[in-house]
T-cell receptor, first 113, second 110 residues
Framework: NAGVTQTPKFQVLKTGQSMTLQCAQD?????MSWYRQDPGMGLRLIHY???????DQGEVPNGYNVSRSTTEDFPLRLLSAAPSQTSVYFC????????????FGPGTRLTVL | SQQGEEDPQALSIQEGENATMNCSYK?????LQWYRQNSGRGLVHLIL???NEREKHSGRLRVTLDTSKKSSSLLITASRAADTASYFC??????????WGAGTKLIIKP
């Protein structure tokens, strides 16, 4: 099993550009989440999904969209990138729920100029 | 908002020594988890302890939970260079998400 995969590993955007961060898992997990990690802070939840076709907002959803058309894929879209979105983004999945053991991808380091 | 706060922020010890880091939280929880993050990598789950448990072991890891003090500790015994990483606690205080601390950066010196 590949586990949770994320692409790209690194990305540089200009302010106002849009892009999609890809996330896929091959563990048949229903629960998936997107987090951002900033220096000196804990992970903050952007969006989450409890199954295909179901998504909801987390703590910091502004400027991001998600969709969950399949169990495997959970892409994160930046609509119009801003320097405040410079961060490391992690996708995670879980078998038993949002409160239980999370399996993380390797992350995408995004810089917005 | 940060629910879990790790202490200390950074810890540097000699290889072979024990490392202890703490996590405090603010509201009632059902469970608390500890994760490790090696530099430039994703987080890896270490251990989950439920609110009705006081202590849990996994290999060289020992986690304690004191719900009356709203705190948990992670002890790594006989540390190794490979234990160099950041360690995070996460609690299930909200009804849809885990709340994460800012982490303890552990450095094991050879």
């Amino acid at each position: 099993n590949a586990g949770v995969t994320q692409t790209p590993k690194f990305q540089v955007l200009k302010t106002g550009q849009s892009m999609t961060l890809q996330c896929a898992q091959d563990m048949n997990h229903e629960y998936m989440s997107w987090y951002r990690q900033d220096p000196g802070m804990g992970l903050r939840l952007i969006h989450y999904s409890v199954g295909a076709g179901i998504t909801d907002q987390g703590e910091v959803p502004n400027g991001y969209n998600v969709s969950r058309s399949t169990t495997e894929d959970f892409p994160l879209r930046l609509l119009s990138a801003a320097p405040s979105q410079t961060s490391v983004y992690f996708c995670a999945s879980s078998l038993r729920g949002l409160y239980n053991e999370q399996f993380f991808g390797p992350g995408t380091r995004l810089t917005v100029l | 908002s940060q629910q879990g706060e790790e202490d200390p922020q950074a810890l540097s010890i000699q290889e072979g020594e024990n490392a202890t880091m703490n996590c405090s939280y603010k509201t009632s929880i059902n469970n608390l988890q500890w994760y490790r993050q090696n530099s430039g990598r994703g987080l890896v789950h270490l251990i989950l302890i439920r609110s009705n448990e006081r202590e849990k072991h996994s290999g060289r890891l020992r986690v304690t939970l004191d719900t009356s003090k709203k705190s948990s500790s992670l002890l790594i015994t006989a540390s190794r260079a490979a234990d160099t990483a950041s360690y995070f606690c996460a609690t299930d205080a909200n009804n849809y998400q885990l709340i994460w601390g800012a982490g303890t950066k552990l450095i094991i010196k050879p």
